[in-house]
Every structure is written in C-alpha cells, then in structure tokens.
C-alpha cells in the first residue's frame, strides 16, 4: 500500500501542477491582451467621438461639392465622401483648426475661455438669409429698440409672444452696400452655461446655407468671425 501510495501522490501533484500553470498562463495572457487594448482603446475612448484624423472628404450637397478633413467633422457617421444631406462640423476658434489633442479641454467644453463655433452645411431653408430676415420679420418681433452691445452692434430683445422665449436678436448698423451682420442669441443670463448661445446663418456655394452657433462672447470679435466664417464657406467648396 505505501509503495503504491508513494507512486501515485507525484501524479497527482503533477496534474494539480500542470492545471495551475495552464491557469497562470491564461491570466497573464488575459492581462497582456487588457494591457494591449488599454493602449489602442484607451486613446480612442479619450478621444470622445473626436478624431485627429485629417484625411480629406469630398461631400457632395446639391450641386455643392464640399472638401472637409475628418477632424473638423463633428459626427463619425458623416466622416465619409459622398452624397449628403447636409455635414456639421465645429471649428476651434480663432485658428479655424479641427480637432487636435492639444484642443481636447476646449472641444469638451472644459477651456477657461469658450473657443469652439458649430457649423452646418445644408441646402437653403428660405428665400433669405438672417440678414435678409431682420426687416421683415424680426424687427417687428423685438419688444423695443434695444441696447448698445459690443463694437457698435444693438442688442434687441424678442417679445416674449414671439416664439422666441428667452432670446434677444443682435444687429450691426446698416452700411451702404453691405448686409447687416444679424444674430440671434440666448440672453445674457442663459449665455453663461451655453457653449454656443447665439446662431447666424449666411448663403454660399449654390442654393447652399451655412448656419454657425457661438459663445456669445465673440460677439466683441463679430467683424473678425463674419469674415472668417465667409472665408472658410469659399475655401471648402470646391470650384
């Protein structure tokens, strides 16, 4: 009995032996393939729906033939060329630059200052844009003649049976020549927890609207946004 106890104890040691270390083996292959991913995931996750990706896209809208990189494009669903119904985007301001990681505070919206503007291309949606729909539409909205805002614009309230609760519209002075710059915004009080309270749309390309949201506070830099929003329309629409 103590010979044949002696010759079976080594097996089974031996067995309880091999299924440990197969254990061990399995787990630190689980751990190197979490180590792994953790690596390629992580940054992705990081990234919140956000791509550093600057490959060129040729979005077609209309006759409209738009040429956007990926990283300016706001939703991974619409980072592809072809035919679309319209394309939105966000802008890191002043440079007009998509997303990077050195912007990552400012496009989640955790900056010290509120430097992001939202656009959208999309066909037009009326036979005039918002400078064109200040006389004839909301200057008979507003409750009155309105404040003076920053750099020369007039802020005007909307009456609160307007349709517009809580809003006000903002108008520049009218110069011989040239459209008023016209934008309606979120007011003061509201602005404040707002990423993007005030909203602008112009015409550009072929029966093309091009709307962008901002911080209420660029309204001091209205002149300098205006000219680069019109500027950023003509350089991404091909011909």
Request: hydrophobic letters at 40%; glycine letters at 8%; a neutral charge.
């Amino acid at each position: 009995m103590q010979t044949s106890t002696h010759r079976i104890e080594p097996f089974v040691a031996s067995a309880h032996l091999k299924r440990f270390l197969c254990l061990a083996a399995a787990v630190a292959a689980l751990s190197l393939m979490i180590a792994v991913a953790g690596r390629f995931l992580g940054h992705t996750i990081a990234l919140g729906g956000h791509t550093e990706d600057t490959s060129l896209r040729e979005i077609v809208i209309g006759n409209n033939v738009l040429e956007l990189p990926s990283n300016m494009i706001r939703f991974g669903k619409q980072r592809r060329s072809g035919v679309a119904e319209r394309v939105d985007l966000y802008l890191h301001w002043p440079d007009m630059q998509g997303y990077k990681a050195e912007f990552i505070e400012d496009f989640n919206g955790l900056g010290t200052e509120k430097r992001i503007v939202f656009a959208t291309f999309e066909p037009r949606a009326t036979s005039h844009d918002m400078s064109g729909r200040y006389g004839p539409i909301y200057s008979i909205l507003t409750s009155g003649p309105g404040i003076t805002g920053p750099d020369d614009l007039t802020v005007q309230p909307l009456r609160a049976d307007s349709g517009f609760a809580n809003e006000e519209v903002v108008v520049s002075p009218q110069r011989a020549g040239q459209d008023s710059f016209v934008a309606r915004c979120l007011d003061a009080e509201i602005s404040k927890n707002n990423l993007a309270s005030c909203q602008r749309d112009i015409f550009v390309g072929e029966d093309l609207q091009l709307t962008y949201r901002f911080p209420r506070e660029l309204l001091k830099d209205w002149r300098q946004l205006e000219q680069q929003m019109q500027g950023f329309a003509k350089a991404n629409i091909k011909g």
